[in-house]
């Protein structure tokens, strides 16, 4: 019960930071079998019985035709807690495994046509967000995966609008930590579905960098949850992108770590700035 709460306790300050959940919103809980989004459906469910605006959750599966998915587990449990439940039949893997070849990765394209068919889902249901399962842990190796691979300093945004501009994707766990995670679905006991029934070989990279992160953490206690607070404590004028110095008005920084804005040296310009105003300054 302790790790529930703080758990909810997590997701709420995650919520609550940018509004994520607004009264009479119809949330589409993206249920995949696993342990981050069965966690993240029985909180979202807490959340809904004792927050002060109104909302519901739907869980959504998506049997993708992997050989042998026994998606008949997430039904059971999903029946027998009497929550509200859709599970969509749609053979994405013979897709994958034709263009894809065997010692390739499925991951993103999978992925991707996963996230299709839950925008058009969420549209059938009436749903005005869509809920995805994503953590702390999540959050953190796509930044290192973004720096070291592509030269690009982001990570997961924690609310965003899909492309196709119907949808309102959330990530309600992007304050959770993965191993609380596992702790809380295993004293949950919830029935939980293989994530490697389709063959695909591992994100190398992705692995790659996890066990960076293991040894850091390992090495430094509190280097992950440190890395999580960096994308919420942005100091502007130490980067390097000129486009975000002109949005902004920087000039020049100061060696106390503050800033110079356009206004002249004395003007008040950002200095750290909270992830949720960083991104209301860039819309």
């Not at 459906?41 to 026994?70: M, T």
């Not at 009497?82 to 010692?103: A, C």
């Not at 809920?131 to 945004?157: C, E, W, Y």
Request: charged letters at 25%.
């Amino acid at each position: 019960m302790q790790l529930r709460r703080k758990l909810a306790r997590a997701m709420g300050r995650a919520v609550t930071d940018f509004d994520m959940i607004a009264d009479g919103d119809r949330i589409l809980c993206a249920v995949s079998g696993g342990k981050d989004s069965y966690a993240m459906h029985a909180l979202l469910v807490d959340l809904a019985r004792r927050a002060p605006v109104r909302f519901s959750v739907i869980a959504v599966n998506i049997d993708q035709g992997h050989p042998g998915y026994p998606g008949h587990l997430l039904a059971d449990y999903m029946a027998e807690g009497g929550h509200e439940f859709r599970m969509i039949s749609e053979d994405t893997y013979s897709i994958v495994t034709e263009k894809i070849p065997e010692n390739k990765t499925y991951c993103s394209l999978c992925s991707r046509l996963r996230r299709g068919i839950l925008y058009r889902v969420a549209r059938e249901l009436g749903c005005s967000k869509i809920a995805l399962g994503h953590h702390r842990d999540d959050a953190v190796t796509t930044l290192l995966l973004n720096l070291i691979f592509a030269g690009q300093l982001k990570s997961m945004p924690p609310k965003l609008i899909s492309d196709d501009g119907d949808n309102v994707v959330i990530r309600p766990l992007i304050y959770c930590a993965e191993d609380e995670l596992a702790a809380f679905a295993a004293e949950e006991r919830f029935p939980l579905i293989p994530c490697d029934l389709c063959g695909s070989q591992d994100n190398l990279q992705r692995k790659a960098v996890s066990r960076l992160l293991a040894e850091l953490d390992a090495r430094h206690p509190g280097a992950r949850q440190n890395m999580l607070a960096a994308l919420g404590n942005v100091r502007p004028s130490h980067l390097l992108d000129t486009g975000l110095w002109k949005r902004l008005g920087l000039e020049v920084a100061r060696e106390d770590g503050s800033a110079s804005g356009a206004g002249g040296a004395d003007a008040p310009a950002p200095d750290v700035l909270p992830v949720g105003n960083l991104l209301r300054n860039l819309a």
